[in-house]
């Protein structure tokens, strides 16, 4: 009797759990079709944007270059502006890139041979992306233009994503036999082949979409908020102290960079010393560069030369003050996550008011920012890039497969959904398991009662149809 009722337990937990399986899969089906194209595609924005604005990026190299200021003159007379941004080019071949805020309100990046300051050509500015195109890949890969509620859905389908892997191995699993589930393509027609793809693409690849969905969460909302205070908290993430006795402005590191690295995006950034209070920091810092004069802020020329002394890796961009108390912000995001970096400087008298590094972060900090590094293909070049391009592949190819098995399974006139069990009870095993995935993942658990509430009308419509 008790193994009879093991049994019956098993089979109602196993219904219920390729129940949940095939409705989230797929609810959240087109959220993961569209982070896996869009992410596959980023993975080589740089090779895309090489490509697709040679002419632009690229110029014949050589061993002299024109200063900095030289080469900002040269973008301003061509483009006539603000200036917000100035990158110097990264190496002997490649151009300079200055962000110009033009009278219009559109901020757009002109592109200047650095050797004899011959304007390249302009493009709309996009950012860390690199290009439009690339802006437009990425706004679309976290549903940017859906405003927060895209960042939460996006947020919903990673958390997704992982009990999905989960529940998919589950599923796998041998039920009353020795042997485990299938390792290739058995069946050579139909719906089984359909299913074998389905399984075997899942078995060899979960670990890798888990890996992909978990370090894209620090971007989220939700859950990237509350690692990032969890982190902070336990002095494991963004190192405190840097200006304990300089004044912060309201606005993050985040808004004031091209890129900065995301576990000091959140980061308020410190104040320049207004002129007739220049001196009250000075000497805060040993080994500051040329002093500007009083109230006068520093020239282009001083600044470059003051963060690249610091050792700032080249591939930066630095950013302009906004306003009186702005201060100049060099950053860095490079392939070699090590390297990564920020410098504030006075925009005045060319103090150090913050300067961190992935050495200053603390341990869940340096995880976060290696993994978000891996996430985007960084790490080991383009074998991080091929290996992470065919995980997305999988993604797709699992979406697609999972919509042919429904399609094919569905009853005319129905959704083809699995039955739930015969007592219309959800097993107390996957219960806590749902709660513990809802602590963990809280947009997951508030969807999950969504379905929960969707099961129990479900449940009571069947009851109301078929008379006890």
């Given at each position: 009797?008790?193994?009879?009722?093991?049994?019956?337990?098993?089979?109602?937990?196993?219904?219920a759990?390729?129940r949940?399986?095939?409705?989230a899969?797929?609810?959240?089906?087109?959220?993961v079709?569209i982070?896996?194209?869009?992410?596959?595609?980023?993975?080589?924005?740089?090779?895309?944007?090489?490509?697709?604005y040679?002419k632009?990026?690229?110029?014949?190299?050589?061993?002299?270059?024109?200063?900095?200021?030289?080469?900002?003159?040269?973008?301003?007379d061509?483009?006539?502006?603000?200036?917000?941004?100035?990158?110097?080019?990264?190496?002997?071949d490649?151009?300079?890139?200055?962000?110009?805020?033009?009278?219009?309100?559109?901020?757009?990046?002109?592109?200047?041979?650095?050797?004899?300051?011959?304007?390249?050509?302009?493009?709309w500015?996009?950012?860390?992306?690199?290009?439009?195109?690339m802006?437009?890949?990425?706004?679309?890969?976290?549903?940017?233009?859906?405003?927060w509620?895209?960042?939460?859905?996006?947020?919903?389908?990673a958390g997704w994503?992982i009990?999905?892997?989960?529940?998919?191995?589950?599923l796998?699993?041998?039920?009353?036999?020795q042997h485990?589930?299938?390792?290739?393509?058995?069946?050579?027609?139909?719906?089984p082949?359909?299913?074998?793809?389905?399984?075997?693409?899942?078995?060899?690849?979960?670990?890798?979409?888990?890996?992909?969905?978990?370090?894209?969460?620090?971007?989220?909302?939700?859950w990237?908020?509350?690692?990032?205070?969890?982190?902070?908290?336990?002095?494991?993430?963004?190192?405190?102290?840097?200006?304990?006795?300089?004044?912060?402005?309201?606005?993050?590191t985040?808004?004031?960079?091209?890129?900065?690295?995301?576990?000091m995006?959140?980061?308020?950034i410190?104040q320049?010393?207004l002129?007739?209070?220049?001196?009250?920091?000075?000497?805060?810092?040993a080994?500051?560069?040329?002093?500007?004069?009083?109230g006068?802020?520093?020239?282009?020329?001083?600044?470059?030369a003051?963060?690249?002394?610091?050792?700032?890796?080249?591939?930066?961009s630095?950013?302009m003050?906004?306003?009186?108390?702005?201060?100049?912000?060099?950053?860095?995001?490079?392939?070699?996550?090590?390297?990564?970096r920020?410098i504030?400087?006075?925009?005045?008298?060319g103090?150090?008011?913050?300067?961190?590094?992935?050495?200053?972060?603390?341990?869940?900090?340096?995880?976060?920012?290696?993994?978000?590094?891996?996430?985007?293909?960084?790490e080991?070049g383009l074998?991080?890039q091929?290996?992470?391009?065919?995980?997305?592949?999988?993604?797709?190819?699992?979406?697609?497969?999972?919509?042919?098995?429904?399609w094919?399974?569905?009853p005319?006139g129905?959704?083809?959904?699995?039955?739930?069990?015969?007592?219309?009870?959800?097993?107390?095993v996957?219960?806590?398991?749902?709660?513990?995935?809802?602590i963990?993942?809280?947009?997951?658990?508030?969807?999950?009662?969504v379905?929960?509430?969707?099961?129990?009308?479900?449940?009571?419509?069947?009851?109301?149809?078929?008379?006890?």
């Amino acid at each position: 009797m008790t193994e009879l009722s093991s049994r019956a337990g098993s089979s109602a937990l196993y219904r219920a759990v390729w129940r949940w399986h095939f409705v989230a899969g797929l609810v959240v089906l087109p959220f993961v079709l569209i982070l896996a194209v869009t992410g596959g595609i980023y993975l080589f924005k740089d090779e895309i944007n090489n490509a697709a604005y040679h002419k632009l990026r690229f110029v014949a190299p050589a061993e002299d270059a024109l200063s900095p200021s030289r080469i900002v003159a040269a973008a301003l007379d061509a483009h006539p502006g603000t200036l917000k941004a100035y990158a110097p080019a990264p190496a002997a071949d490649r151009s300079a890139e200055v962000d110009i805020m033009g009278a219009d309100g559109l901020r757009d990046t002109v592109y200047v041979n650095p050797h004899d300051g011959a304007v390249l050509g302009t493009l709309w500015d996009g950012g860390a992306s690199g290009s439009p195109a690339m802006s437009l890949v990425r706004r679309l890969h976290s549903l940017d233009y859906v405003g927060w509620f895209g960042n939460r859905l996006i947020e919903a389908a990673a958390g997704w994503m992982i009990l999905l892997v989960g529940s998919g191995i589950y599923l796998w699993l041998p039920r009353g036999r020795q042997h485990l589930g299938t390792v290739r393509i058995k069946a050579r027609r139909g719906r089984p082949w359909w299913r074998d793809l389905h399984a075997v693409t899942g078995i060899y690849t979960g670990i890798f979409i888990v890996f992909l969905a978990l370090t894209g969460l620090p971007w989220s909302g939700v859950w990237g908020g509350k690692f990032y205070t969890f982190a902070y908290a336990l002095g494991l993430g963004m190192p405190d102290g840097y200006w304990s006795d300089l004044p912060r402005s309201s606005v993050p590191t985040g808004e004031a960079v091209e890129r900065a690295p995301w576990i000091m995006e959140h980061q308020p950034i410190p104040q320049s010393s207004l002129p007739e209070a220049t001196g009250a920091h000075a000497g805060h810092h040993a080994g500051v560069a040329a002093q500007g004069p009083v109230g006068v802020p520093m020239r282009l020329d001083q600044v470059v030369a003051e963060v690249e002394a610091l050792g700032l890796v080249p591939g930066y961009s630095l950013s302009m003050p906004e306003g009186p108390t702005g201060v100049f912000s060099a950053s860095v995001y490079p392939d070699t996550i090590q390297d990564e970096r920020v410098i504030h400087l006075d925009q005045y008298s060319g103090a150090v008011l913050y300067d961190a590094g992935f050495a200053d972060l603390g341990g869940l900090g340096r995880w976060a920012e290696w993994g978000i590094s891996v996430h985007m293909g960084q790490e080991w070049g383009l074998a991080n890039q091929i290996v992470l391009a065919l995980a997305c592949l999988a993604m797709i190819g699992l979406c697609l497969s999972g919509a042919v098995m429904w399609w094919k399974r569905r009853p005319v006139g129905g959704l083809g959904v699995p039955a739930l069990p015969d007592d219309g009870c959800i097993p107390r095993v996957l219960l806590v398991m749902a709660l513990a995935a809802g602590i963990f993942f809280p947009l997951v658990g508030l969807s999950m009662l969504v379905l929960v509430a969707v099961e129990l009308v479900a449940y009571v419509a069947r009851r109301r149809i078929v008379p006890s």
